[in-house]
């Protein structure tokens, strides 16, 4: 029995995700605030689901094997000219620390292989130690600090950009 399975997110899932996204602390890394409300967290899904459809991006729910329950997302997104594309991950709280994050990184470049992409990329936040911990481990490299850059109008933060050469 695999200890994760990656299933396309639906819109039957928003109030999963809503458990994360509406998690002050889960997104204290995220260019968005917490959503406020399960509606805010239905209109993302939308927004994801027609990314989706585009081509431009793959979302994903992250389970638990032994029960199927809701562990968090993840994604290929900002598909670029079948070359490249961004990765994003997140967990619920619940299930830091257990290793899951490398499972599922390794599992997203796995993907981006089968597209026949050649490189990842990941921003993070600056202070955002442990998915800078999990890129290195994973194989990403830092390429660029991004100081002061705008991650909602009028926010500004300190970025890190990885790579990961496929």
């Known amino acids: 029995m695999q200890r994760l399975i990656l299933r396309p997110l ?8 809503f458990g994360a996204r509406g998690d002050a602390e889960v997104m204290e890394f995220w260019d968005t605030p917490p959503d406020a409300t399960r509606s805010d967290t239905i209109a993302i899904v939308d927004i994801l689901l027609s990314d989706v459809l585009s081509g431009a991006a793959r979302y994903w729910t992250i389970r638990l094997g032994h029960d199927g329950s809701f562990a968090g997302v993840c994604d290929l997104s900002e598909i670029r000219n079948g070359e490249a594309a961004d990765i ?3 967990l619920l709280p619940s299930c830091w620390g ?3 994050g490398n499972e599922v990184v390794g599992r997203l ?5 089968s597209l026949g992409l050649k490189s990842v990329t990941a921003r993070i936040h600056a202070g955002n130690t442990r998915s800078e911990r999990l890129l290195l481990r994973t194989g990403f490299q830092l390429v660029e600090v991004i100081s002061n850059y705008e991650i909602r109008p009028g926010v500004f933060r ?3 950009r990885f790579e990961a050469t496929l």
């Open 10 to 17: 639906t819109e039957s899932d928003a109030m999963d995700l």
């Open 88 to 90: 994003g991950f997140m």
């Open 98 to 100: 257990l290793g899951f």
């Open 109 to 113: 470049l796995e993907f981006a292989r």
């Open 158 to 160: 300190d970025c890190l």
